[in-house]
């Protein structure tokens, strides 16, 4: 339906998530991304990206989770564009470092820069600057191989910190570190 080598974005369309920005990057791009969710900016988006002219910006709505996982395979790479605290971690991004594939995102001081380590798993660049976004995406695009070794770090990052075991095992020995000091989790 999308083809495939788009950059993709799935989540709830929020204030917060920077999709504004992500459009914006979109403008005179040769690449195309696809926006998957629905959410309470959802009607303002698909008006901006009318108003820009953008046919590289398609919305599939809701997706399951079957399609989520396709896209994920079909896309070259994850983007990430919120840009303020309020986003504080980013499931889609372990998704997409389970599937192996290159992140962007925007540093907003919080575990968002923990999961995409820049230069290592992705890219990570300014907050609220749509040129930035435009510019990490061109670099991607025009250097597969960069991009298909930052996803093949990005799973190895997966493996080594972000599986269900690993985060399981991580948070029982800090809750016994803390118990271990007298202190309350």
């Keep these: ?48 990206v009318s108003a820009l002219g953008l046919s590289n910006v398609k919305f599939a709505g809701r997706i399951s989770d079957e399609e989520k996982i396709a896209m994920y395979h079909l896309c070259h790479g994850v983007v990430f564009s919120s840009h303020v605290r309020s986003e504080a971690f980013g499931v889609t991004l372990v998704e997409g470092l389970m599937c192996s594939k290159p992140l962007i995102t925007a540093e907003t001081g919080t575990g968002t820069s923990f999961v995409n380590s820049h230069k290592e798993t992705g ?21 597969p191989d960069m991009a298909r070794n930052m996803g093949r770090r990005g799973r190895e990052r997966y493996e080594l910190l972000l599986t269900g075991k690993k985060m399981g095992a991580s948070y029982a020995h800090l809750y016994r570190e803390l118990h271990a000091n007298g202190r309350k989790p």
């Design 123 to 143: 890219l990570v660049v300014k907050a609220n600057d749509s040129a930035a976004l435009h510019d990490a995406m061109t670099t991607l695009i025009d250097d």
């Design 1 to 48: 339906k999308y083809g495939e080598g788009f950059f993709f974005f799935v989540g709830v369309l929020r204030y917060y998530k920077g999709l504004h920005l992500l459009i914006d990057a979109c403008k005179d791009a040769r690449f195309k991304v696809v926006i998957a969710g629905a959410g309470p900016l959802e009607k303002e988006l698909k008006a901006q």
